[in-house]
């Protein structure tokens, strides 16, 4: 990596990969150079490959910005300068397509109002009682009474409008599923 003018941090480096495949298995060999140098790589994917499988293999091999081969060179400069101060970026199609598939799913069911008038006590045994506790081992991690546990789950039940334990947990599964 050339040093930073200042003797400061490194600038950026380059890193040509020919590879013929789609795949992101060209970040390999630069990551592989700084390892132990305390440098985090941010890689740029440049590539002929307008493939969502493409994009999502180099994302998640760590790239931080994806770009088609067609790009000027003044906005590849840019893309570099953007990416070195942390940032990321796609390219316009592959920003196109995400924004069309999000659009379309369904919106994520959004956390009801009576959530925001629990205490944090009772969210704390909210989310026990969604991973399964009964109230006597929920009293024990929490170091209080099983009454105290039973007046809280009392309180979250009326609070959430519901009738037993399962339909609160039911609440709770159902705003955790992806949309």
Do not use: C
């Not at 999502?56 to 910005?65: E, I, K, P, R």
């Not at 400069?77 to 199609?93: E, I, S």
Request: proline letters at 8%; charged letters at 20%; hydrophobic letters at 40%.
């Amino acid at each position: 990596m050339p040093p930073a003018s200042g003797g400061g941090r490194p600038g950026p480096g380059v890193w040509r990969s020919a590879s013929g495949s789609a795949g992101g298995a060209g970040l390999g060999p630069p990551r592989r150079i700084l390892v132990g140098s305390g440098v985090e790589p941010r890689v740029i994917v440049l590539t002929t490959f307008d493939l969502d499988h493409y994009v999502y293999a180099a994302l998640t091999a760590g790239a931080s910005g994806f770009l088609l081969k067609d790009v000027t060179a003044a906005h590849l400069a840019a893309a570099v300068r953007l990416v070195g101060t942390g940032d990321a970026l796609l390219a316009p199609t592959v920003t196109r397509r995400l924004i069309a598939e999000l659009s379309q799913r369904p919106a994520r069911p959004s956390e009801p109002p009576a959530m925001a008038t629990l205490t944090d006590r009772e969210r704390e045994v909210l989310e026990l009682l969604t991973q399964g506790k009964q109230n006597k081992q929920i009293a024990q991690d929490l170091g209080v009474s099983p009454r105290t546990i039973e007046i809280h789950r009392a309180r979250v039940m009326e609070k959430m409008n519901a009738q037993s334990v399962a339909e609160l947990v039911r609440m709770m599964l159902d705003l955790r599923q992806p949309a």
